[in-house]
């Protein structure tokens, strides 16, 4: 069976811009409700990382903006903006395991079920706590890294195809600054 030939730069075009559009708005949606839910409990970092990830979409929807005017430099743009946020996200999950509250733990109520299994792992409920905790924040990392750096990757896949169908040009090599 014959290999499938791909899809035509205006298609691969077509569908960067469209995954942009998603997931710009949908980054900077969520990024401006995290920000203000975490400055209404006063939670500097997260509202931080809330305006981060909003501007982050906001850079992906200005790429899509420059790419649907013609304008190459626009790429360049949903992949910083994927970089910005995982690096904002890596940030924030650094700090974040820094500021352990261990009054979090009286917050908890264990049943004696989950006390027993505590004891029997030689933990205290401290240890547990912070070690769910930590476990969070590396989950929230590597799951940002895989999103964040896989969209990325495809933007940086894209990028001769997004030049070619801005281009007109769809043969021949291309060469890419």
């Not at 205290?124 to 929230?140: C, D, M, P, R, S």
Request: proline share 4%; hydrophobic share 50%; with cysteine.
């Amino acid at each position: 069976m014959p290999a499938k030939p791909p899809p035509p730069p205006a298609q691969i075009l077509a569908r960067v811009t469209r995954t942009a559009v998603f997931n710009g708005r949908l980054q900077f949606g969520a990024g401006v409700a995290m920000a203000l839910v975490n400055a209404l409990n006063q939670v500097g970092s997260g509202a931080i990382l809330g305006c981060l990830i909003s501007g982050a979409g906001a850079l992906q929807l200005h790429g899509r903006t420059q790419l649907h005017a013609g304008d190459y430099l626009g790429h360049r743009w949903l992949i910083r903006s994927q970089l910005l946020l995982l690096g904002a996200v890596f940030i924030f999950c650094a700090v974040q395991m820094g500021r352990f509250d261990p009054a979090l733990v009286e917050q908890i109520e264990f049943t004696a079920k989950q006390t027993a299994a505590l004891e029997q792992a030689n933990l205290t409920k401290e240890q547990a706590v912070h070690g769910a905790y930590i476990l969070g924040l590396v989950l929230l990392g590597l799951f940002s890294l895989l999103y964040q750096g896989a969209l990325a990757l495809y933007y940086w896949l894209k990028r001769e195809a997004v030049a070619r169908a801005l281009t007109g040009d769809d043969a021949g090599e291309l060469t890419l600054h």
